[in-house]
């Protein structure tokens, strides 16, 4: 079976992106992560499925699935780069698309300059919801959030938790560059309180509305940026009291602007998304 696919990357967070709607796609895990492989595949951090919608009021359905093969909620640097895939090839003339994902409908609305901003919706900070197991644990207040103790390799590592269509776990620490990302992250992630696993966020705080951000994402590893990561670090930092919105967030990747009024408000995410090539893959 031959997929006709286009390679995008939303600051460094690379896609394969493929349509749907033209052409049948019925993929196994195993070959969804073959496609993701480095060096017998594409390569990709994730692959970004555009659909047909269930309903006249949405315009698409969007899915993604991981380098490890297994389908997630959400992606936001992804559904910018959706965006631009369905405005660059003639899907849609729309610049504010209603889109569909797992975990309910966003809004990409693409400017002029190219850049794509994306309404993800309010965050969840309900620990069940998340989902985060606190049973046990005593958490410590912080401003408007309240910080659950993990322990991590021997030591205690203080987190905020918050979904935003995916489990998020965030920490802030002094230096982005010195953080244990590769060697916590994966015990972060596979933690058995996170029941469906976590993305775990390292946010060092540069002033009020300045953040540099590593993520070890679930299913991917680290990657150069991370758009649900963003907004969820930001998210943190805002209810700890330590960040003003708006929020310019540094990625290995490039710069994330993140707009968050508060609780029960929809988080905001703006950023570049770029094609990169085209090509044919034979599965």
């Known amino acids: 079976m031959k997929i006709k696919f286009t390679k995008m990357h939303g600051a460094g967070n690379d896609f394969v992106v493929i349509d749907a709607i033209h052409q049948q796609i019925d993929l196994t895990p195993a070959q969804w992560k073959f496609i993701a492989d480095r060096r017998f595949g594409i390569g990709a951090d994730q692959m970004l499925v555009v659909e047909k919608s269930s309903s006249p009021e949405i315009d698409f359905r969007y899915r993604i699935y991981n380098a ?7 992606c936001g640097n992804g559904a ?30 693409i400017a002029d300059d190219g850049r794509v901003t994306v309404d993800m919706g309010a965050p969840v900070l309900t620990p069940p919801q998340v989902p985060f197991d606190p049973s046990g644990l005593h958490g410590k207040a912080e401003a408007q959030d309240t910080l659950w103790p993990l322990e991590i390799n021997g030591k205690t590592a203080w987190i905020s938790v918050v979904s935003m269509g995916n489990p998020h776990a965030v ?6 560059e010195a953080a244990p990302v590769l060697a916590d992250g994966p015990l972060i992630e596979h933690h058995p309180r996170f029941p469906k696993r976590v993305n775990a966020g390292f946010m060092q705080v540069v002033d009020r509305h300045h953040v540099n951000l590593r993520v ?4 991917a590893g680290e990657t150069l940026a991370c758009g649900t990561g963003a907004c969820a670090a930001v998210v943190a930092g805002i209810l700890r009291g330590a960040l003003d919105t708006p929020v310019a967030v540094q990625t290995h990747g490039g710069e994330l602007i993140i707009d968050w009024q508060g609780p029960e408000q929809a988080v905001l995410m703006t950023g570049p998304a770029v094609a990169v090539f085209e090509g044919e893959i034979d599965i």
């Open 80 to 109: 910018r780069a959706f965006a631009r895939f369905v405005s660059d090839k003639g899907l849609t003339d729309k610049r504010i698309i209603r889109v569909e994902t797992m975990s309910g409908i966003i809004e990409p609305r």
């Open 171 to 176: 920490q802030i620490v002094d230096d982005t």
């Open 68 to 74: 490890d093969g297994g389908e997630v909620e959400q």
């Open 216 to 219: 070890f994402e679930r299913g």
